[in-house]
């Protein structure tokens, strides 16, 4: 099991960026997927991106493409989401969560099995 923490949530304006964070403490990080996921009020939680256990291989919801970078930092048991050109659609409860299972990385909720608390992030328009 391992226990994630996210940071960098906030309000900004249309257009504008956030630096999501996420540290991990438990399990040897490196062994994890890693993933993001967005809840927005009303709405079920949703993929947002993914990345390998070695970083080397991503991907993303087409909503967040070429906007969102995911990358991680297996030194510091951190994994991060580069928010840019953001829009109110993307405001949401924002979730980092790991999974053990997926051979290189997954885009499925039911994959992951420990989850952070959430950070709120509201794009104003």
């Known amino acids: 099991q391992v226990q994630l923490v996210e940071s960098g949530g906030g309000l900004v304006q249309a257009g504008g960026s956030l630096r999501l964070s996420c540290a991990a403490s438990?399990?040897?990080?490196?062994?994890?997927?890693m993933g993001w996921f967005r809840q927005a009020p009303g709405k079920e939680r949703e993929f947002v991106a993914t990345?390998?256990?070695?970083?080397?291989?991503?991907y993303y919801a087409d909503s967040v493409k070429g906007r969102f970078t995911i990358s991680r930092d297996n030194a510091k048991n951190t994994v991060y989401l580069q928010m840019n050109s953001l829009k109110p659609e993307d405001t949401a409860v924002y979730y980092c969560?790991?999974?053990?299972?997926?051979?290189?990385?997954?885009?499925?909720?039911?994959?992951?099995?420990?989850w952070g608390q959430g950070t709120q992030v509201t794009v104003s328009s």
């Open positions: 969560a790991a999974n053990t299972a997926s051979r290189l990385y997954s885009v499925r909720l039911p994959k992951y099995t420990d």
């Open positions: 438990g399990r040897t990080f490196s062994t994890y997927v």
């Open positions: 990345i390998s256990r070695i970083g080397g291989s991503t």
